[in-house]
T-cell receptor, first 108, second 113 residues
Framework: KNEVEQSPQNLTAQEGEFITINCSYS?????LHWLQQHPGGGIVSLFM???GKKKHGRLIATINIQEKHSSLHITASHPRDSAVYIC??????????FGGGTRVLVKP | GAGVSQSPRYKVAKRGQDVALRCDPI?????LFWYQQALGQGPEFLTY????????KSGLPSDRFFAERPEGSVSTLKIQRTQQEDSAVYLC???????????FGQGTRLTVV
Protein backbone atom coordinates (compact mmCIF):
# COMPACT_ATOMS: atom_id res chain seq x y z
CA LYS A 1 0.00 0.00 0.00
CA ASN A 2 1.37 3.38 -1.01
CA GLU A 3 2.07 5.72 1.85
CA VAL A 4 0.77 8.67 -0.17
CA GLU A 5 -2.66 8.61 -1.81
CA GLN A 6 -3.98 11.26 -4.17
CA SER A 7 -7.42 12.05 -5.51
CA PRO A 8 -8.86 12.46 -8.01
CA GLN A 9 -6.76 10.64 -10.61
CA ASN A 10 -8.15 12.81 -13.38
CA LEU A 11 -9.82 16.18 -13.31
CA THR A 12 -11.31 18.28 -16.10
CA ALA A 13 -12.28 21.88 -15.48
CA GLN A 14 -13.45 24.86 -17.49
CA GLU A 15 -11.20 27.88 -17.61
CA GLY A 16 -11.76 30.05 -14.56
CA GLU A 17 -12.96 27.26 -12.28
CA PHE A 18 -11.52 26.56 -8.83
CA ILE A 19 -9.65 23.26 -8.66
CA THR A 20 -8.80 21.17 -5.59
CA ILE A 21 -6.52 18.15 -5.47
CA ASN A 22 -6.31 16.09 -2.29
CA CYS A 23 -3.48 14.09 -0.77
CA SER A 24 -3.53 11.77 2.26
CA TYR A 25 -0.40 10.36 3.78
CA SER A 26 0.64 7.88 6.41
CA UNK A 27 2.52 8.13 9.69
CA UNK A 28 6.20 8.88 9.37
CA UNK A 29 5.96 11.50 6.67
CA UNK A 30 7.29 14.80 7.98
CA UNK A 31 6.77 17.12 5.01
CA LEU A 32 4.77 17.23 1.81
CA HIS A 33 5.90 18.36 -1.61
CA TRP A 34 3.53 19.42 -4.36
CA LEU A 35 5.05 18.99 -7.80
CA GLN A 36 3.95 19.79 -11.34
CA GLN A 37 4.86 17.71 -14.37
CA HIS A 38 4.05 18.75 -17.93
CA PRO A 39 3.89 16.12 -20.71
CA GLY A 40 7.41 15.31 -21.82
CA GLY A 41 8.79 17.72 -19.28
CA GLY A 42 10.59 17.48 -16.04
CA ILE A 43 9.16 17.97 -12.60
CA VAL A 44 8.85 21.42 -11.07
CA SER A 45 8.58 21.79 -7.34
CA LEU A 46 5.62 24.01 -6.41
CA PHE A 47 5.60 23.85 -2.62
CA MET A 48 7.19 22.08 0.29
CA UNK A 49 5.22 22.37 3.51
CA UNK A 50 5.14 20.75 6.91
CA UNK A 51 2.46 22.94 8.49
CA GLY A 52 -0.11 25.58 7.69
CA LYS A 53 -0.60 27.10 4.28
CA LYS A 54 1.50 28.48 1.44
CA LYS A 55 0.44 30.63 -1.52
CA HIS A 56 2.18 31.41 -4.77
CA GLY A 57 0.21 33.29 -7.38
CA ARG A 58 -2.96 31.35 -8.09
CA LEU A 59 -1.73 28.25 -6.26
CA ILE A 60 -2.48 27.56 -2.62
CA ALA A 61 -1.31 24.54 -0.64
CA THR A 62 -2.57 23.58 2.80
CA ILE A 63 -1.67 20.81 5.18
CA ASN A 64 -3.44 19.41 8.24
CA ILE A 65 -0.90 17.47 10.26
CA GLN A 66 -3.43 15.93 12.65
CA GLU A 67 -5.51 14.56 9.79
CA LYS A 68 -2.44 13.78 7.64
CA HIS A 69 -4.05 15.50 4.71
CA SER A 70 -2.94 18.15 2.25
CA SER A 71 -4.71 19.99 -0.54
CA LEU A 72 -3.54 21.91 -3.58
CA HIS A 73 -5.92 24.56 -4.88
CA ILE A 74 -5.75 26.36 -8.21
CA THR A 75 -7.82 29.51 -8.35
CA ALA A 76 -9.07 30.99 -11.66
CA SER A 77 -7.71 27.99 -13.56
CA HIS A 78 -6.20 28.50 -17.02
CA PRO A 79 -5.44 26.05 -19.85
CA ARG A 80 -1.72 26.46 -19.16
CA ASP A 81 -2.37 24.88 -15.74
CA SER A 82 -3.02 21.58 -17.54
CA ALA A 83 -0.43 19.15 -16.20
CA VAL A 84 0.02 16.26 -13.80
CA TYR A 85 0.16 17.35 -10.18
CA ILE A 86 1.94 15.05 -7.79
CA CYS A 87 2.15 15.10 -4.03
CA UNK A 88 5.17 13.48 -2.46
CA UNK A 89 5.87 12.79 1.19
CA UNK A 90 9.28 13.13 2.75
CA UNK A 91 9.96 10.31 5.18
CA UNK A 92 12.93 9.05 7.15
CA UNK A 93 16.10 8.93 5.13
CA UNK A 94 15.03 12.01 3.24
CA UNK A 95 13.61 10.11 0.27
CA UNK A 96 10.30 11.04 -1.29
CA UNK A 97 7.33 8.71 -1.64
CA PHE A 98 5.12 9.84 -4.50
CA GLY A 99 1.39 9.74 -4.95
CA GLY A 100 0.00 8.48 -8.22
CA GLY A 101 -0.54 11.97 -9.61
CA THR A 102 -3.63 13.89 -10.69
CA ARG A 103 -3.97 14.63 -14.39
CA VAL A 104 -5.57 18.07 -14.73
CA LEU A 105 -7.05 19.34 -17.98
CA VAL A 106 -8.34 22.88 -18.12
CA LYS A 107 -10.49 23.57 -21.16
CA PRO A 108 -10.77 27.08 -22.63
CA GLY B 1 23.84 25.99 -15.14
CA ALA B 2 21.03 27.20 -12.97
CA GLY B 3 19.15 23.91 -12.62
CA VAL B 4 19.64 20.17 -12.45
CA SER B 5 20.85 18.91 -15.81
CA GLN B 6 20.44 15.35 -17.06
CA SER B 7 21.88 13.73 -20.14
CA PRO B 8 21.02 12.30 -22.48
CA ARG B 9 17.39 13.44 -22.65
CA TYR B 10 16.46 10.36 -24.66
CA LYS B 11 18.18 7.02 -24.97
CA VAL B 12 17.20 4.00 -27.02
CA ALA B 13 19.06 0.83 -26.12
CA LYS B 14 18.89 -2.66 -27.49
CA ARG B 15 18.05 -5.30 -24.94
CA GLY B 16 21.25 -6.49 -23.31
CA GLN B 17 23.13 -3.22 -23.80
CA ASP B 18 24.66 -1.28 -20.92
CA VAL B 19 23.62 2.35 -20.48
CA ALA B 20 24.92 5.25 -18.38
CA LEU B 21 22.74 8.19 -17.40
CA ARG B 22 24.28 11.38 -16.10
CA CYS B 23 23.04 13.93 -13.59
CA ASP B 24 24.62 17.32 -12.94
CA PRO B 25 23.03 18.66 -9.76
CA ILE B 26 22.85 22.31 -8.79
CA UNK B 27 26.31 23.39 -7.68
CA UNK B 28 26.83 22.93 -3.96
CA UNK B 29 23.80 20.72 -3.41
CA UNK B 30 24.58 18.06 -0.86
CA UNK B 31 21.73 15.64 -1.47
CA LEU B 32 21.13 13.84 -4.77
CA PHE B 33 18.32 11.42 -5.57
CA TRP B 34 17.50 9.12 -8.47
CA TYR B 35 13.92 8.13 -9.24
CA GLN B 36 12.38 5.85 -11.85
CA GLN B 37 9.05 6.78 -13.44
CA ALA B 38 7.28 4.16 -15.52
CA LEU B 39 4.77 5.33 -18.12
CA GLY B 40 1.59 6.64 -16.50
CA GLN B 41 2.84 6.17 -12.96
CA GLY B 42 4.38 8.30 -10.26
CA PRO B 43 8.13 8.26 -9.68
CA GLU B 44 9.64 5.57 -7.48
CA PHE B 45 12.73 6.08 -5.34
CA LEU B 46 15.91 4.38 -6.50
CA THR B 47 18.84 5.72 -4.48
CA TYR B 48 20.11 8.68 -2.45
CA UNK B 49 23.54 10.29 -2.02
CA UNK B 50 24.74 12.73 0.57
CA UNK B 51 27.86 14.19 -0.98
CA UNK B 52 29.77 11.16 -2.29
CA UNK B 53 28.24 8.70 0.14
CA UNK B 54 25.42 6.49 -1.10
CA UNK B 55 23.25 6.38 2.01
CA UNK B 56 20.27 4.52 0.64
CA LYS B 57 20.08 2.22 -2.36
CA SER B 58 17.04 0.28 -1.24
CA GLY B 59 15.05 1.24 -4.32
CA LEU B 60 17.43 -0.17 -6.92
CA PRO B 61 15.38 -2.95 -8.55
CA SER B 62 18.22 -5.37 -9.20
CA ASP B 63 21.99 -5.75 -9.12
CA ARG B 64 22.04 -4.61 -12.75
CA PHE B 65 21.50 -1.08 -11.45
CA PHE B 66 24.46 0.82 -10.06
CA ALA B 67 24.86 4.48 -9.12
CA GLU B 68 27.88 6.51 -8.14
CA ARG B 69 28.80 10.05 -7.23
CA PRO B 70 32.57 9.82 -6.75
CA GLU B 71 33.36 13.48 -6.12
CA GLY B 72 30.11 14.49 -4.51
CA SER B 73 28.79 16.41 -7.49
CA VAL B 74 28.00 14.67 -10.81
CA SER B 75 26.25 11.33 -10.50
CA THR B 76 25.93 8.46 -12.94
CA LEU B 77 23.25 5.80 -12.94
CA LYS B 78 24.39 2.71 -14.82
CA ILE B 79 22.13 -0.08 -15.96
CA GLN B 80 23.78 -3.26 -17.18
CA ARG B 81 22.23 -5.76 -19.58
CA THR B 82 19.13 -3.61 -20.07
CA GLN B 83 15.75 -5.30 -20.27
CA GLN B 84 12.45 -4.06 -21.62
CA GLU B 85 11.05 -3.48 -18.14
CA ASP B 86 13.83 -0.94 -17.56
CA SER B 87 12.08 1.39 -20.03
CA ALA B 88 11.10 4.47 -18.02
CA VAL B 89 11.98 8.07 -17.33
CA TYR B 90 14.88 8.35 -14.91
CA LEU B 91 14.68 11.50 -12.82
CA CYS B 92 17.45 13.10 -10.81
CA UNK B 93 16.81 15.60 -8.03
CA UNK B 94 19.11 17.56 -5.76
CA UNK B 95 18.65 19.64 -2.65
CA UNK B 96 21.03 21.89 -0.72
CA UNK B 97 20.61 20.16 2.61
CA UNK B 98 18.45 17.59 4.28
CA UNK B 99 14.79 18.52 4.72
CA UNK B 100 14.84 21.22 2.08
CA UNK B 101 13.08 21.58 -1.23
CA UNK B 102 14.19 19.24 -3.99
CA UNK B 103 14.93 20.47 -7.52
CA PHE B 104 14.32 18.04 -10.35
CA GLY B 105 16.02 17.57 -13.70
CA GLN B 106 14.15 17.06 -16.97
CA GLY B 107 14.74 13.33 -16.81
CA THR B 108 16.20 10.80 -19.23
CA ARG B 109 13.66 8.76 -21.16
CA LEU B 110 15.11 5.28 -21.65
CA THR B 111 13.50 2.96 -24.17
CA VAL B 112 14.77 -0.60 -24.38
CA VAL B 113 13.90 -2.36 -27.63
Amino acid sequence: KNEVEQSPQNLTAQEGEFITINCSYSVGISALHWLQQHPGGGIVSLFMLSSGKKKHGRLIATINIQEKHSSLHITASHPRDSAVYICAGKAAGNKLTFGGGTRVLVKP
Amino acid sequence: GAGVSQSPRYKVAKRGQDVALRCDPISGHVSLFWYQQALGQGPEFLTYFQNEAQLDKSGLPSDRFFAERPEGSVSTLKIQRTQQEDSAVYLCASSPFLNTEAFFGQGTRLTVV
